[in-house]
């Protein structure tokens, strides 16, 4: 079966569009041909798989040009319905979902990613390959800035103080660039988690205060009045770090969308703190965001009502807790995610707003 495919190549800040015909035993050549082409170098060739995507539907892999003496990153992206879910979720919703994900993390490099400077560091988009089918049959390519090329060598596992911050300056100047933007080609709501794309886990939820409340919650976070694009899946694993852990950049942008700052500000401490560090720390580090935030709306807005957006965002800070546990109790209620910390909050939001 062959995919038609749009093309967008990007050189010396112009974009040039190419049509390719991308059938599927021949996706790999193809694709190697592109980015021979936009390096001006026959010798290119695949260096290593870096990772692959989530259930099994492509691969993260970095390419080499001798000529140019530099590499690429290639996202490519081949879905296969049948592979099994690590988590035992199977369902044509979540394969949907996961298909307009990577469409709509193409929208986001294609439109957006340029809006980004040192401060919000993403990856320079070289070439998106996606047809108009590619939100059916999920086949799309990205090829983009090795970062680790760019001096972002370092993707730790475990965050200290020192990391987390830069990803908390990270967010805060992220969600301050993009404040009320218009971004009908993105995820209407950002995140992974809402509720409205994941109706499975709300209904193996238990009966309860917080499944009662989830429409409630999912209603506040998405009519707030300040709105900006968040990441949607803002953990340690999608950061990456230069070696004296002095900047940062970020990676994988499946789930960017409208939504409250907090959101990505929430699960970004809970994928790095546990327990005892949230109480330790929470009530610092969420300071530290609000204070980034407001230097970023100062360099990005023009008489933004800083006030009022921090004063609702810190109010929603409970709710955002709370929702994200109402889907882990239907994704995967063990999950250590769930502790003390995260159960006062929920509590907090439903004697506050339910």
């Not at 296969?80 to 979902?97: E, V």
């Not at 003390?340 to 004697?351: G, I, K, V, Y």
Request: proline content about 5%; hydrophobic content about 40%; aromatic content about 12%.
């Amino acid at each position: 079966m062959l995919l038609l495919s749009i093309c967008w190549f990007c050189y010396a800040g112009k974009l040039m569009l190419m049509v390719a015909i991308i059938g599927s035993s021949s996706m790999s050549q193809r694709l190697l041909q592109h980015i021979q082409g936009y390096c001006d170098d026959p010798q290119l060739f695949k260096q290593q798989k870096v990772q692959s995507l989530w259930s099994g539907y492509g691969e993260v892999a970095r390419y080499y040009s001798p000529r140019r003496g530099n590499t690429v990153i290639v996202k490519q992206v081949n879905p296969r319905p049948s592979t099994p879910h690590p988590r035992g979720w199977h369902s044509s919703t979540g394969h949907q979902r996961k298909l307009t994900s990577y469409v709509m993390e193409g929208n986001f490099y294609h439109s957006f990613a340029r809006q980004c400077n040192r401060q919000c560091k993403v990856p320079d988009l070289i070439a998106f390959c996606g047809g108009e089918d590619a939100v059916n049959n999920g086949q799309q390519i990205l090829v983009m800035e090795d970062l680790h090329s760019s001096g972002f060598t370092q993707t730790p596992d475990y965050g200290g103080l020192v990391e987390i911050k830069l990803g908390i300056r990270w967010l805060a100047h992220f969600h301050g660039r993009f404040l009320a933007i218009d971004a009908p080609t993105l995820w209407p709501i950002g995140s992974y988690w809402h509720l409205g794309t994941r109706q499975d886990e709300y209904a193996r939820m238990p009966d309860g205060a917080l499944k009662s409340a989830a429409p409630r919650l999912d209603q506040l976070l998405n009519r707030a009045t300040h709105q900006t694009l968040i990441h949607g899946d803002a953990k340690l694993a999608n950061f990456c770090f230069t070696p004296p852990r002095d900047d940062i950049a970020a990676v994988d942008f499946q789930y960017v969308g409208k939504g409250v700052g907090v959101k990505d500000l929430m699960y970004f401490l809970g994928s790095c703190l546990n327990e005892t560090q949230l109480f330790t720390h929470y009530e610092t580090l969420l300071t530290l965001y609000f204070s980034h935030l407001r230097r970023a709306v100062n360099t990005y807005q023009v008489d933004y009502p800083f006030v009022e957006l921090e004063q609702q965002w810190r109010a929603l800070c409970p709710v955002a807790w709370a929702d994200f546990q109402r889907f882990l109790q239907g994704w995967s209620p063990g999950h250590n995610k769930i502790n003390l910390f995260m159960a006062q909050q929920t509590r907090q939001a439903l004697a506050t707003f339910c």
